[in-house]
């Protein structure tokens, strides 16, 4: 699944990969979920490949979909669907067949063959080809809800948007030893409203050049 941060550091959810609490209080496992598709069980085929570029937010074929399984690419299974008739899936990296994600609900029929995250319903966590946690996010009706957070390799948090409930974003960031990089408050559009940057020194930064530094650096160091 693709996922895009918003703002000066780029949007997370175009969504793009998933509510007013925090994620760590949502459900994610199969086992919490077992319940809802002990009516419908599947034995786990592959509905979907998606090229080596789907996970690629700034790619314009960022959610292409491949009638066969490509190199180091992702592909889907089906893993059951519950009363409401959503369906449970997860994605897997192709090379190694491990999990690119936690289990995730989709809702919409088109977003089986969509690797863009808006189709996710609820909470999804995207994960390293090692396994690490690297994205988490809750996603309904379309939209972005609640918070999301990415993450450095290393465990640290990276990024924090809270979607706030009137139409604002607020957004944190950090760098890979803790340190606060920015504090801001964005629009729906991802404009900034206000905002504070800080360089490693914890200085404040108010440079443009220097700011976008901090920003691609984030980004580049957090990337899929």
């Known amino acids: 699944m693709n996922i895009k941060t ?3 550091l780029g949007a997370m959810l175009g969504l793009s990969l998933t509510a ?3 994620l760590n209080q949502l459900p994610h496992s199969t086992q919490q979920v077992s319940s809802k598709i002990e009516k419908a069980p599947i034995n786990q085929p592959i509905i979907a490949y998606f090229t080596a570029s789907s996970a690629d937010p700034d790619d314009e074929h960022s959610t292409e979909y491949s009638l066969t399984a490509e190199a180091k690419g992702y592909y889907r299974i089906l893993l059951g669907r519950d009363d409401e008739g959503r369906f449970l899936v997860q994605d897997y990296y192709a090379n190694s067949k491990k999990p690119q994600s936690l289990p995730f609900w989709i809702k919409d029929p088109e977003g089986l063959s969509s690797f863009k995250s808006i189709y996710v319903d609820g909470p999804v966590t995207i994960l390293s080809e090692n396994g690490e946690t690297i994205f988490k996010a809750t996603v309904q009706d379309y939209k972005p809800i609640g918070i ?5 390799r290393n465990g640290q948090l990276a990024q924090e948007n809270d979607y706030e409930s009137f139409g604002e974003v607020h957004q944190k960031l950090w760098y890979e030893n803790g340190k606060p990089a920015a504090d801001a408050v964005l629009n729906m559009e991802y404009q900034i409203i206000k905002a504070q940057f800080w360089n490693l020194q914890g200085e404040l930064v108010t440079d443009d050049d ?14 899929l």
């Open 6 to 8: 918003i703002g000066f």
């Open 20 to 22: 007013c609490t925090t």
């Open 148 to 152: 999301s957070q990415s993450f450095y």
């Open 210 to 223: 220097e700011i976008q530094a901090i920003a691609d650096a984030i980004e580049q160091k957090t990337a």
